[in-house]
């Protein structure tokens, strides 16, 4: 069968690319990706007898987005008598016996009943959690047929898992594209994975007004601006540690030297299955208001005796650990095992003040021996609440680092850059 419909040149090879498994198409708002995806998709299953499986985070959104395009494109070639567009349930079927069938993973016990898909388009993949894609990876098969999955989305954070797993997870020290090189490149093929890049002037179908409110948003919106305009991941809200940089672990050291009155602290926080035990050794340069973070331990899944043993040094040492007071029996397993360890102080409101003190050191250098801390603390933004505003006390993830630096801060107190304040003082260090 002989279909023609025109294509904006930047798309026309990958309309007819099927070398790898996934297909990760990345751009800004207007750039037609989702279109030639859809396009893509007609002609494959026009040609061979597939079953395509078109997902969403959420099933309803699908009618008005991901169904009606190819809705709109099967019309355009002038086949809606030949293929046949249900509403209800949605389902697109080709006379060869291929169908395209809509699921949404808001409701994942429908997907256990689907066989043979051999074609997943999954929509906005960034919206869907990564739990959702390694579902969909195992409902990805057939005994006969070369799989394709195909993925489309706006740039998020670098902090999403589509980021993670597509580009870079620094905490896990994984690098499989550096989106630098697709921004420059525009398509890459790399790991049995299609990359293509796209923005707004890669439409040739766009009014050049549409492009005109994209540049707008430079001045008012800086953050959307990058997303929709430019396509380019990167940070998404507004940071809670602007002054936060790393340093090579030498380097580090090698400052931590020159401090003349050093004011070193460990904190920790404790976790289980989905969340971690993070454990920090900081140093604080009390006179330059220069927070240093220079040693870590960051593990799920252990139970406390072996996390006793893996961090026997501090039984060694004496260093006072100060801990989450939300678990005084662990607390107290730890200090039956030997280990200095107390608990921090916790009051209504003190996340906001833990985060106000930490905001207010001048730097934050962290050692690029402690990835997990840099993966978390780098570009940790605010959480915002439905009219759009900053809530102070709570963030995108949840930063196991973060927390064990707060309980490491216990009793101490960072100057005001505007001014002078107390610095708490131990009776220890008094020598009483």
């Known amino acids: 069968m002989i279909v023609e419909k025109a294509a904006n040149p930047h798309f026309e090879d990958f309309l007819f690319d099927w070398s790898t498994k996934f297909q990760f198409l990345v751009g800004g708002y207007g750039s037609s990706k989702s279109y030639h995806i859809a396009f893509k998709i007609i002609i494959k299953l026009l040609e061979e007898k597939r079953t395509a499986l078109v997902v969403r985070e959420v099933y309803d959104t699908h009618r008005d987005s991901t169904f009606s395009l190819l809705e709109e494109i099967v019309e355009d070639l002038g086949l809606s008598g030949r293929i046949k567009c249900l509403s209800s349930p949605m389902q697109i079927r080709f006379p060869n016996g291929s169908k395209i069938i809509f699921k949404g993973m808001d409701k994942p016990g429908k997907l256990k009943s689907i066989n043979n898909i051999s074609l997943v388009w999954t929509e906005e993949c960034s919206e869907v959690k990564y739990a959702g894609f390694k579902e969909l990876l195992g409902r990805l098969r057939h005994p006969k047929l070369k799989l394709h999955m195909l993925l489309s989305t706006n740039p998020v954070g670098k902090d999403n898992w589509s980021y993670k797993h597509f580009f870079k997870d620094e905490q896990n020290k994984r690098l499989i594209l550096d989106d630098e090189k697709l921004y420059n490149d525009r398509i890459v093929i790399e790991n049995d994975t299609y990359y293509h890049h796209s ?145 921090a102080k916790k009051f209504p409101g003190s996340r906001l003040q833990y985060t106000k003190k930490v905001k207010r050191f001048a ?58 304040s107390i610095r708490t003082v131990s009776k220890a260090s008094l020598g009483l």
């Open 199 to 343: 923005t707004a002037d890669d439409n040739l179908f766009l009014p050049e007004s549409y492009v005109e409110q994209l540049e707008e948003m430079k001045d008012y919106d800086p953050d959307l601006y990058r997303i929709a305009r430019k396509g380019r991941f990167g940070v998404n809200g507004v940071k809670v540690l602007p002054q936060f940089e790393t340093m090579p672990h030498e380097q580090v050291l090698q400052e931590l030297r020159g401090i003349r009155d050093p004011i070193e602290r460990v904190g920790m926080d404790f976790g289980f299955v989905t969340s971690y035990n993070a454990l920090y050794r900081i140093t604080v340069d009390h006179e330059r208001k220069y927070l240093y973070i220079h040693w870590e331990y960051y593990k799920n899944d252990m139970t406390d005796d072996q996390t006793a043993k893996e961090i026997a040094e501090f039984k060694r040492t004496g260093e006072l650990i100060r801990a989450d007071a939300a678990e005084p029996k662990t607390i107290r397993y730890y200090q039956q095992q030997g280990f200095n360890m107390t608990d």
């Open 363 to 420: 730097k934050i250098i962290c050692s690029d021996a402690c990835p997990n801390a840099k993966a978390e603390l780098e570009n940790l933004t605010y959480k915002k609440d439905k009219q759009d505003r900053i809530v102070e006390d709570e963030f995108t993830i949840d930063p196991h680092s973060f927390s064990a630096i707060w309980y490491a801060l216990d009793d101490y107190e960072v100057s005001d850059l505007k001014g002078d």
